[in-house]
């Protein structure tokens, strides 16, 4: 198993920029497939990016170009770099392990002026 822990979240104005982080229990986490979810409260969860144990990486389309995903798999950590950010960004952010099918607890982000 695996345990996931978000930060970093946080009230931003628009155009401006969160750097997120999912902290990763265990000795196993440079080899997993990690994604970023997103969620508001009474709708359905939000696929944002992914990253593969290589590297290889994927975004949704309403976050292409202006978001980054990456990892540092000798800190165990995964990483959300949001620029650009709009208020309808505004949204609870977890981070998942496929293998595990494991959520962090989530990190509100929320971009309002």
């Known amino acids: 198993q695996v345990q996931l822990v978000e930060s970093g979240g946080g009230l931003v104005q628009p155009g401006g920029s969160l750097r997120l982080s999912c902290a990763a229990s265990?000795?196993?986490?440079?080899?997993?497939?990690m994604h970023w979810y997103r969620q508001t409260p009474g709708k359905q969860r939000e696929w944002v990016a992914l990253?593969?144990?290589?590297?290889?990486?994927n975004y949704g389309d309403s976050v292409k170009g202006r978001f980054t995903i990456s990892r540092n798999n000798a800190k165990n950590t995964l990483f959300l770099q949001m620029n650009t950010l709009k208020p309808e960004d505004t949204d609870v952010y977890y981070c998942?392990?496929?293998?595990?099918?494991?959520w962090g607890q989530g990190t509100q982000v929320t971009v309002s002026s």
């Open positions: 998942y392990a496929e293998r595990f099918r494991a």
């Open positions: 265990g000795s196993i986490f440079s080899t997993l497939t």
């Open positions: 990253i593969t144990s290589r590297g290889s990486t």
